[in-house]
Structures are given as structure tokens and as C-alpha cells.
RNA sequence: GCCCGGAUGGCGGAACGGUAGACGCGGCGGCCUUAAAAGCCGGUGUCCCGAAAGGGGCGUGCGGGUUCGAAUCCCGCUCCGGGCACCA
């Protein structure tokens, strides 16, 4: 006898898929472009390449793969492509230190990424590959900016912004986390340059209603983007500083507590701040505190339970509400980037304020009763901020806060003092970086006409070469002076090149659109390939991008639709968020060196069992812990497929195992029978949730089936043509995860392609049995089971039920009260008097 | 602190409110073999009664509840993982 040599079969069919072109497919206006069928965009996020890939990438491409194998056989065509987000610091990084360019060790690692893909036997239609570096790539990602500046969606702003010492460049928001580097960890630093940014906050509101349009997505994904856009209703409510002449404007959710307002806090970097105090007493200390702060690392900041500090200013606003006049401060607590920079304090409301009070012994007025006056905490339950009749507030007093809300708001609206309001915390993308290994900016800045965007014509703007790519706080690119020095496309006069690169999530925000045009020179796209492919249908990757990649892609493809180039205005209608495989019950990281390489269990037991193990492990969302055990035991299983299907081949295929034979009964039956009940499960369970785990479980329970009726079922020719097409039955489902066996046992058992067959369809007839097995509960326990026929009725049941041996044991104990019947399932005596 | 997940045998995990533990791993026993590996077959939650056949108790993190019946639904906790966190 001989064995399961995957290595082998694997090569064999990556071969014929390679010469048949067989994942190829066809947009509208291509050759061979089937409008009459079914389309779909399966599509994972695309690997940035570094190295070699790991089991996450296994584990996202083996979903992905099944998906996309799975909608074929169900009629679709699929388009189903790879590419590489080939810019990134690593490479730059590793420049730096080795002074490689990072051009080649990039080159290396997609050919490495690039093979081993095609030895996983993923059905990639290749002919559509892109990566985010070449030139022919971001020549459009240069075009999409250009389409946004002339849009006025990217613009250029000096402010604070975020600065990462060690990999010297600016970051966006979303790319701190804690106050450090989200790359490096290294703590950030606030500077203040001029940068350029998308105006992300133009579509807040519609990147929070557009949820609506989507189809699947994990509801934890949508609810960490909606705290990141961060929307609030409140009110605007102005307050003025007489002495000074200066209106401050406030953002506060809170209007109906601004009777308790006791105080004033701006921002340490209001622009206000120095013209109040300058002069005075205030001048100082105040200075003094603002350095403080701002030599703080921000991240420090944003603790929130440390003490609360500040300074007063020794000035008043006049509160709106009341004409009280209350004192103002300055603290660190409140931050410049939201609202207005400045807060009206309530402190018996308000934690923050409360804290702050507390502090600098500030007075605190309650203006809201609390539902339970004996609550716990300080000051008689205080800060409070829940709802309750309120008091200490005019002609306010006794109403409910929520109904006086609008009131209030209103009343400011008619005085011309504010009114009402929507505040984001979601800010915009600042998309320049001050590093080497990007797409350049096309934009020329010239003494004359100012920023002057790089004609469309003239795009690419080239990357140009470097002998030193090490950050020194601007771009490596200044040092290539021939392309710095241009001429101003306006007006011809000496001009430089802006010399900072794109953020790379500019790169990877817009690729899934390449992808349906890729060789296209004139544009980034064909619209009507985009409106015919787009959005995509499944979309697959790592929990990790749920804020970042996700919300930018869904920024751009809303910018690109408002511009007309795309009908879409949601790239991703499905969204599946694999878990995270983990190793010894820990991340794995090179470090720690418990890293798993994909290659190394390839090489040993062979694709078809890395992929199914990883779809075995679990449901796919969830995490796993990968173990050499659990991938042994996949490929013992795909062993046992192959060895029977190989024991049962017969000379020649014969394509009559595709289907099961007519009138079969006895063990044949139940083998039928067992590969419809595979089918039917296996059906189910794709499609609801891709419950991968389950399909693979079901497929080893018909091999098993055939494996225990085998010496039976041999010895007849009839006999042996259910094996055969349970065997098959088993390689056809089990395909979308182990291509290469299927393609290999179907070809010895039926002939043809099994990629091309479509999925199988149970045989109705056979999921039904003429007995069930009926189970006999007294008092809901279960006493007994009885065969019965299938679809026999109550009152046959329960009196079969009322005789058989245990039950009417358990019958005597008692009186018979109640008797449930579950057709086909259970009966239940429920016994009063035991 | 707030918002999500999760908790089921020795382990990974299955279970439309209706037989808890499918499938896999591990371990145990048997067959095959001179022997081993590989393979094939059979057990495997736990405790008690029984020589056996069999019967019974207890069991899905903890405490309540709804129901003829709860791993599943509701209320209140505990622990673990993830996200957010001075956003006014």
C-alpha cells in the first residue's frame, strides 16, 4: 500500500492551476466576462511583506480561499486577488541599519511571500497582483491625493501634532496608542508643524450612518469605530469676559446643568491664553505652567486619575445663564484638539470638574436632585451625573433635567448666547511623514504661486534614489537635490518638490479598486469594472485593523464616490475578523521564540494540512492555540481520505461516483444516507457564520462512516459504488480547505476538475429515516428512548412511550400531571407525588 | 471606570429552549507485526450500587429566577481576554 505524499499531489495540481490559469476571471470589458452570472469579491487584506508570512496569514488566506472556493462551486464568479502594501518602515528601518535599499529587500520578501502563497494552492487570479511601491501603483495613489486637494479634502495646517523620536516622523491619531509610537513604542512628543491632512471629519457623520448599508460586520468592530468617531450632541454656549473683551465658546453635552457652572478652564494651548494674562500677576505662573505641560509627554497627560493641576487667571467669564461671574483657570485637563479648548466647570456634575474643585477648593453648586439623596460618595453622592429634578437653576427649578434640556438650549438659541451642537472626536488623517520609503507627495511649493499640485500628466512623481535614508527630523528626500529643485509647473519659476512621503494607509485605503483594473495606464480605475465588482462581498483580516485601515479605506471610497469616480460608497459589506492564533497560550513573537513558520509545516505534512488545521481549530474568529498534535491529527484524517479513495480507485474513474446510486438499502443506505447528512451540515454550517469547524468535523464523520462500513459494503458492486461516492462526496466538501487532495481523489475516483463541480446537493430522501429515536424524560430526565416511526403521532408515541421498561418505572413513582410531546424528538411525563 | 467577548471532560472545541460532551487531540485496551513505526478496531465526564446485564446520583465559572424541560432565556456576581479611557 502506498501513502499520502502531499508534497507531491501539491505540486501536481499547483501546476495544473498555474497552466489552466484556473482562478482567472473576467471583468466587465474583458475577454470572457459572463454577465449573465453571479459575481463576487472575495478579498482579504492584502500582507504588508516583510520577511517571510506567518500563521496569521495562513490562517487569513485559508478563510479567505475556502470562502472564495466555496462561492465558486455555488455558481459565482469570483474574483479573488493578491497584492503587496510593499511601503512601510520596516524596509526603511532595515535600510538604515544594513544600508540596503529598501527596494530590494522588498523585491525579496514579496518573492518570498509570492511563492510560498502559491504553495498553500490559494486561488489567487494572479493577473491582477499590485504592489502599493511600484510606480505604476502610487502613481494613482498620487492621483487620489491630487483628487482630494483639488476637492478641498487634503489641505496643509501648521498644529500640534503628534512626533515619534525614534522613527522621527509625524503620526496620526489613530496611530498612538497610550501616548506611544503604535509602531515602536517609543513615547510621543507634541511639535508644531505644518503638515498635511485629509479632511476625515468631513465625513463623520457618514461614516458613523453608513453602518446602516453594510451587511455583516462584527458588531465589536462597528461599536470601536463608533467610540473613535466619538460623536456627542450637546450645545454650543458662549461665555464672555468682559474685562478682556473675549467671547469663549464652549461645547458642553451638559446644558442643563450650566446653572452650576463655577468656574472657567481653557486648554494650556488656547490661543487666548497669553493676551488674558499678559501684564498681570497671572503672567507668570501661567507661562510657567504652560512650558510645564508642554515639555509633558503627551501620553502622561492623557492619564486620567492622576491629581488634577492648573492655574488661576485672575480673570471672569460671565455665565450666560445667571450673569454670575465666575473665575477662570487654566489646566492640563482640558484639551485643545476637542471642542473649543475650553470648558464651563460644573463640578457637582462633572467628574473632572468635580476633581479640579476639589483641588483648588472651588465652590460646587448641585442644580440637579439625585434620584436616591443617601447615594454614596462625598458631598452627598457628588459629582452626580445622573438625571433628577433640578434646583439652584431659576425658573428651571423643579423640572426634569432632560425636559429642561431643550428649553435651555433654546433659550440660549433666542439669546443669541449658543445653541445646539455636534462634537466628533474623530479628527483628520494627517497623512505626511517626514520618511524615505513612501509615495512623494506630488505637490510643488513654489515662492511665487504657492502649493502648486504636480499636473496629472506629469504623475508618477518618481521616488527618487538616496544614499542616506536615517530621518533627521525632515525627510531623506531634501538630500536629493536634482529632484527637489524643479521648475514650478504654474508659473515656471524655480519651485521645490514637497518633499514628505504618504502615510502608507493613504496606499492600502484604495487598493481593492486596483485590483479590479490593474494594468490600466490612463486611470486608476475603470468606473464601470469598480461599480460591477464593488463592494466587495467578503472581506477577511485580523481584528487589528478594526479602527485604522478600515475607517481610511471607508473615507476614501466615500471621497472617490463624492467625486464621481465609483457608484460604492462602502468598500466592505461583509467584514470577517479572523481571531488571532497563538502559541503555548501566548502571542507569538520573535522574542519570545515561540514563533510557528508556515513553511516548516508545509514542508512536513503539507499544505492541504496547514490550511485545514487552521480552519479546524475553532470558529475562525476566535483565536486558537496552534499545537503540532492538532495539525498531526488533520493530516492523519486527510491520510485516511486519501488511503480509502486510493484503495477504492478503480482503473479508470468513472464519473458515475459523482452522484449517489438508485435504491440502495441496508449498510449502502446508511453510508448514502451519511454523505447526505455531510452535505446537508457541511452547506449549513459554510454558510452560516463560516462555521469552518463544524464543515471539516462532518466531513471526518462520513469518512469514518465509510471507513466502518467498508468490509461490508466491499464485496458488491453496488457496495463499492457508495463507497465511492461517499469518498468522493467527502473530497468535494472538504475541497475549499484542502484543494490539492480533493483535486487528487476526485480525479482517481470520479475524473475531471472537482474546483469546477458544483457543490454537492443532499438528496432529501436520504437525510430522512423511516425510524427516530424518540427519548422518554420523567420529570425531565431522561429514562428511556424508543424507536418509533418517523412521523408517528402523539397519542402512538406516548403510549409506547408509557410502557417502555425504565419510563414506567419511573411512572409509578407518581401521578402522571402533564405529558409533553416534541414530535420526533422527546416526550416528557411530568410526575406529581414521588 | 466604561464598552465588547469568553468560561462546557485531561486539552481544542460540539450542542434550532428538548439525548450535554459531535469532531479532533491525549491517554487506555485490542488486532496486525519476530518487534517497532504506520495502520485498523474499541473504550474514555465523574461518583455510587451490581459478578454482569443494568440502574442511580452529580455534572456546562458562582447565586437566584422563568419553564414540563436551561450550557442555551432573565436578574445579580466572580474570574479571564480584548478595546476605549481627562473627548467636556
Not at 498555474?18 to 449573465?36: I, K, L, N, Q, T
Amino acid at each position: 500500500m502506498s501513502r499520502y505524499e502531499p508534497r507531491a499531489i501539491e505540486e501536481r495540481w499547483q501546476e495544473v492551476w498555474e497552466r489552466e490559469d484556473a482562478w482567472r476571471v473576467a471583468g466587465p470589458g474583458e475577454d470572457g466576462f459572463d454577465p449573465s452570472r453571479p459575481s463576487a469579491y472575495v478579498l482579504e487584506m492584502l500582507p504588508y511583506p516583510s520577511g517571510e508570512p506567518h500563521v496569521g496569514h495562513l490562517k487569513c488566506y485559508a478563510v479567505g480561499d475556502a470562502i472564495a472556493h466555496f462561492r465558486r462551486r455555488n455558481g459565482f464568479q469570483v474574483i479573488h486577488p493578491m497584492g503587496y502594501d510593499s511601503f512601510g518602515l520596516p524596509a526603511e528601518n532595515n535600510a538604515i541599519k544594513t544600508g540596503e535599499p529598501p527596494l530590494e529587500a522588498t523585491t525579496r520578501s514579496i518573492e518570498s511571500f509570492s511563492r510560498q502563497f502559491r504553495e498553500w494552492g490559494i486561488s489567487i487570479d494572479w493577473s491582477r497582483e499590485v504592489a502599493t511601491h511600484t510606480p505604476e501603483y502610487y502613481r494613482w495613489t498620487q492621483w487620489i491625493f491630487l483628487q482630494l486637494l483639488e476637492a478641498g479634502l487634503a489641505y496643509r495646517d501648521r498644529a500640534p501634532v503628534h512626533w515619534c523620536p525614534e522613527d522621527a516622523t509625524v503620526l496620526a491619531n489613530e496611530q498612538v496608542v497610550d501616548g506611544r509610537c503604535e509602531r515602536c513604542g517609543t513615547e510621543v512628543e507634541t511639535r508644531n508643524l505644518e503638515q498635511w491632512f485629509f479632511r476625515t471629519t468631513a465625513f463623520a457623520d457618514r461614516l458613523l450612518t453608513d453602518f446602516d448599508l453594510l451587511e455583516s460586520w462584527p458588531e465589536h468592530v462597528v461599536t470601536m469605530q463608533r467610540n473613535w468617531i466619538g460623536r456627542s450632541e450637546g450645545a454650543e454656549v458662549t461665555f464672555r469676559c468682559e474685562e478682556a473683551g473675549i467671547e469663549f465658546p464652549v461645547f458642553t453635552t451638559r446644558p442643563d446643568t450650566l446653572f452650576g457652572a463655577t468656574f472657567f478652564v481653557l486648554a494650556p494651548e488656547h490661543p487666548d491664553l497669553e493676551r488674558l494674562v499678559a501684564g498681570t500677576d497671572a503672567e507668570e505662573p501661567v507661562r510657567q505652567y504652560v512650558n510645564q505641560v508642554s515639555r509633558e509627554a503627551p501620553g502622561a497627560r492623557a492619564e486620567g486619575d492622576r491629581p488634577k493641576t492648573g492655574v488661576p487667571l485672575g480673570k471672569t467669564v460671565t455665565n450666560p445663564v445667571n450673569g454670575e461671574e465666575i473665575p477662570m483657570f487654566v489646566a492640563d485637563y482640558v484639551l485643545m484638539d476637542y471642542g473649543t479648548g475650553a470648558v464651563m466647570a460644573v463640578p457637582a456634575h462633572d467628574e473632572r470638574d468635580y476633581g479640579f474643585a476639589r483641588e483648588f477648593d472651588l465652590p460646587i453648586r448641585r442644580v440637579i436632585e439625585g434620584e436616591d439623596p443617601d447615594a454614596p460618595g462625598d458631598d452627598d453622592g457628588l459629582p452626580y451625573t445622573g438625571d433628577g429634578p433640578m434646583v439652584n437653576s431659576g425658573r428651571f427649578d423643579g423640572e426634569n433635567n432632560r425636559e429642561a434640556y431643550p428649553e435651555i438650549v433654546t433659550w440660549l438659541e433666542e439669546e443669541g448666547r449658543g445653541g445646539p451642537s455636534v462634537n466628533f472626536r474623530l479628527r483628520d488623517w494627517l497623512v505626511s511623514r517626514q520618511r524615505y520609503w513612501g509615495a512623494p507627495i506630488p505637490v510643488v511649493h513654489c515662492p511665487d504661486c504657492g502649493i502648486v499640485p504636480v499636473p496629472e500628466e506629469d504623475l508618477p512623481v518618481i521616488l527618487p534614489e538616496v544614499d542616506d535614508y536615517a530621518p533627521k527630523g525632515k525627510s531623506p528626500l531634501e538630500a536629493a537635490t536634482s529632484w527637489v529643485e524643479v521648475a514650478c509647473p504654474a508659473c515656471g519659476s524655480d519651485a521645490r518638490r514637497e518633499t514628505d512621503t504618504m502615510d502608507t494607509f493613504v496606499d492600502s485605503s484604495w487598493y481593492f479598486l486596483r485590483y479590479l483594473d490593474p494594468d490600466n495606464g490612463t486611470a486608476a480605475f475603470d468606473r464601470a469594472k469598480a461599480d460591477h465588482w464593488m463592494p466587495v462581498d467578503q472581506y477577511i483580516g485580523g481584528v487589528e485593523h478594526a479602527i485604522l485601515h478600515l475607517l481610511y479605506a471607508r473615507f476614501v471610497v466615500k471621497a472617490l464616490a463624492d467625486l464621481g469616480h465609483l457608484e460604492t460608497v462602502e468598500p466592505f459589506r461583509n467584514l470577517f475578523a479572523q481571531g488571532m492564533i497563538t502559541r503555548d497560550g501566548a502571542k507569538m513573537s520573535k522574542s519570545k521564540g515561540n514563533t510557528v513558520s508556515p513553511a516548516e509545516y508545509v514542508e512536513r505534512f503539507g499544505a492541504d494540512s496547514a490550511r485545514t488545521y487552521v480552519c479546524f481549530m475553532g470558529p475562525p474568529e476566535r483565536g486558537g492555540d496552534w499545537t503540532d498534535e492538532g495539525v498531526e491529527g488533520v493530516n492523519r484524517f486527510l491520510a485516511r481520505l486519501w488511503r480509502i479513495a486510493s484503495d477504492l480507485a478503480p482503473d479508470e474513474p468513472d464519473p458515475a461516483a459523482a452522484r449517489c446510486p438508485d435504491g440502495v438499502d441496508g449498510p449502502a443506505r446508511e453510508l448514502a444516507a451519511k454523505a447526505s447528512w455531510a452535505i446537508d451540515k457541511a452547506t449549513r454550517d459554510f454558510s452560516r457564520d463560516f462555521q469552518f469547524n463544524t464543515v471539516i468535523a462532518a466531513v471526518m464523520e462520513l469518512v469514518n462512516e465509510a471507513y466502518r462500513l467498508r468490509d461490508e459494503l466491499e464485496g458488491s458492486e453496488s457496495g463499492r459504488a457508495v463507497l465511492r461516492y461517499s469518498v468522493a462526496t467527502a473530497a468535494s466538501l472538504i475541497q475549499p480547505f484542502a484543494p490539492h487532495l480533493a483535486a487528487e481523489v476526485w480525479a482517481m475516483l470520479v475524473g475531471g476538475e472537482v474546483w469546477r463541480e458544483p457543490w454537492p446537493e443532499a438528496d432529501p430522501e436520504l437525510l430522512t429515516s423511516e425510524t427516530v429515536e424518540i427519548v422518554v424524560q420523567v420529570n425531565g430526565k431522561v429514562r428511556d428512548r424508543i424507536e418509533v416511526a418517523e412521523g408517528a403521532g402523539e397519542e402512538e408515541v406516548l403510549a409506547l412511550a408509557r410502557s417502555a421498561g425504565n419510563a414506567a418505572r419511573h411512572l409509578e413513582e407518581g401521578e402522571v400531571v402533564k405529558e409533553v410531546f416534541v414530535p420526533g424528538r422527546l416526550v416528557n411525563f411530568v410526575v406529581r407525588g414521588a
